[in-house]
């Protein structure tokens, strides 16, 4: 699995209310992911992390942001959730080759 | 120009079958289209992957076909298991771009024993 754990596995909350999602891996691999799987579009990614602070935006990056302030860390935040932020959210690590993705077991957002 | 379609949709197939899902792409920019699986409740794992240089790749009883000129490449699971029953997903990237991945709409596999 990488050393890729993923918190929280589940959350229900309420719109306008925000919401941190926390990835950690314990590789030291420099490359980390968010991406989201909604039913028909497959997996979209909404930011990615190429080091220490340095983070990129992905295909579907509204409403979302993220920090990395250490290597092991990636946080995915909703500023204010929204239903359409409802889905199932996946880390990734990118432990060799470009397209060669490690992924967590994913943290299901309910949104209300 | 950089998505990536996938059909069917989903698949029922017989054991022992073969299970065929195809993808399409137009960005030629792409120099890698892995294969990921994934089951119920977990992530998606890396299954098999190619690079446009290669028209074909095998791994087992899973087979990448890769066509070029026409953007497409497929995936064979020959002499299907129920144990095959996942979504599979396959996908895309550039080399230059982070190794981002993009994704097609996945395909849910049904072997029926």
């Known amino acids: ?22 990835c950690h ?4 691999h420099r490359y980390m992911y968010w991406y989201r799987q909604d039913p028909g579009h497959g997996l979209r990614l909404i930011h990615y992390s190429y080091g220490v602070k340095d ?6 990056s509204d409403g979302y942001s993220v920090s990395r302030s250490k290597t092991e860390d990636f946080l995915l935040t909703l500023e204010s959730a929204t ?7 996946f880390c990734a ?14 943290s299901r957002l309910t949104v209300l | 120009q950089q998505q990536v379609k996938q059909s069917p949709q989903s698949l029922i197939v017989q054991k022992g079958g073969i299970s065929i899902i195809n ?22 794992a890396l299954l098999i992957a190619i690079r446009p240089d290669v028209s074909e790749k095998k791994e087992g009883r899973f087979t990448i076909s890769f066509n070029k000129s026409a953007k497409q490449f497929s995936l064979h699971i020959m002499d299907s298991q129920p144990g095959d029953s996942a979504t599979y997903f396959c996908a895309a990237s550039m080399s230059n771009q982070g190794g981002k991945l993009i994704f097609g709409q996945g395909t849910e596999l049904s072997v029926k024993p």
């Open chain 2, 23 to 44: 993808c399409a792409y137009e960005n030629t920019a792409f120099d890698y289209f892995p294969w990921y699986q994934q089951f119920p409740g977990k992530g998606p």
């Open chain 1, 93 to 106: 690590v990118r432990p060799r080759s470009p397209g060669e993705l490690f992924f967590g077991e994913g």
């Open chain 1, 1 to 22: 699995d990488a050393g890729i754990t993923q918190s929280p596995r589940h959350k229900v909350t309420e719109t306008g209310t925000p919401v941190t999602l926390r």
């Open chain 1, 25 to 28: 891996q314990t590789e030291n």
């Open chain 1, 55 to 60: 983070t990129d935006k992905g295909e579907v």
């Open chain 1, 83 to 89: 239903s359409s932020q409802t889905s199932v959210y």
